[in-house]
């Protein structure tokens, strides 16, 4: 069964940094490509970032202030948020696609405040 226990999430200021972290089991972790997705109140979940085994991508909003990295060792994926701005407040979620499915974590809230 797969499952994603998400954590990290907090107020911070604007400017200011958080590390989100998203532990994962439930399947081969080392060998999968990971997302985290970000949710503000009234939109849709959007994306902000991947990491397969040697690769990284990001959307242009968080590019450069944002960074994402996995630990296999402990099956956990992380994204780390600098300089943060009020429009980065969201429900954060990590994500695994595999073929036609998709799994989420429960999510954890970021709020930034200006």
């Known amino acids: 069964q797969v499952q994603f226990v998400e954590s990290g999430g907090g107020l911070v200021q604007a400017g200011g940094s958080l590390r989100l972290s998203c532990a994962a089991s439930g399947f081969t972790f080392r060998l999968s490509a990971i997302g985290w997705y970000r949710q503000a109140p009234g939109n849709g979940r959007d994306f902000v970032a991947r990491?397969?085994?040697?690769?990284?991508i990001y959307a242009d909003s968080v590019k450069g202030r944002f960074s994402i990295s996995r630990d296999n060792a402990k099956n956990t994926v992380y994204l780390q948020m600098n300089n943060l701005k009020p429009e980065d407040t969201a429900v954060y979620y990590c994500n695994y696609a595999p073929s036609s499915n998709d799994y989420w974590g429960q999510g954890t809230q970021v709020t930034v405040s200006s």
């Open positions: 990491i397969s085994s040697g690769r990284t």
